[in-house]
């Protein structure tokens, strides 16, 4: 019986898009860390996770895109669903950021159609939308691919099928390009 040591976690997901955007397969785990806004510790322990599920390959260093690209279209909104909450004040993902907001007319006026996640210092206006994981907002305000790529993940997560549809388009585009693993 496997230890529940290895069932993914948000940060899994979270550490395996930060890589997709730094698209340099020398990385390092403090560097990473620190602009993940987590521990050495949680990175090395997520590393061993996505290694025993084979989205990184033996070494750690090598992402299984495709794998990955699956798991995010099949798996990702069954495993870390999300529901809309309350209109607050945050930053946009999902559909009302980049690059799906230059794809998609929304009313500007009616929040209920645009999603957030809440931030003190965010400036737009949306239905609250908890993030993959406590510290995505800070990390992807510091890392514009990063925040592409995790707000495309929220449309996946929370959206219509239109919209969801476009995300996983673009999220193939970026993840796998013309090949595969």
């Not at 206006?125 to 908890?130: T, Y």
């Not at 959206?159 to 693993?181: H, P, W």
Request: charged content about 20%.
């Amino acid at each position: 019986m496997q230890h529940n040591r290895y069932h993914m976690k948000p940060q899994d997901v979270l550490l395996l898009l930060k890589l997709i955007a730094l698209d340099d397969p020398s990385w390092q785990q403090v560097p990473v860390a620190k602009a993940l806004h987590m521990s050495q510790g949680e990175i090395s322990q997520s590393a061993s996770r996505l290694k025993f599920a084979r989205l990184l390959d033996g070494s750690g260093k090598q992402i299984m895109r495709q794998t990955f690209m699956d798991f995010i279209q099949f798996g990702l909104a069954v495993v870390f669903p999300v529901q809309p909450g309350p209109v607050v004040r945050g930053l946009p993902t999902a559909h009302a950021a980049a690059p799906l907001s230059a794809l998609i007319q929304s009313s500007g006026s009616n929040y209920s159609e645009l999603f957030v996640w809440p931030h003190p210092f965010g400036e737009a206006k949306g239905q609250a939308i908890q993030p993959l994981y406590r510290s995505v907002p800070e990390a992807a305000l510091s890392d514009p691919e990063l925040y592409a790529l995790l707000a495309l993940c929220d449309a996946v997560r929370a959206c219509r099928t239109r919209e969801k549809s476009l995300a996983l388009g673009e999220l193939q585009r970026r993840i796998v390009g013309d090949g595969g693993d």
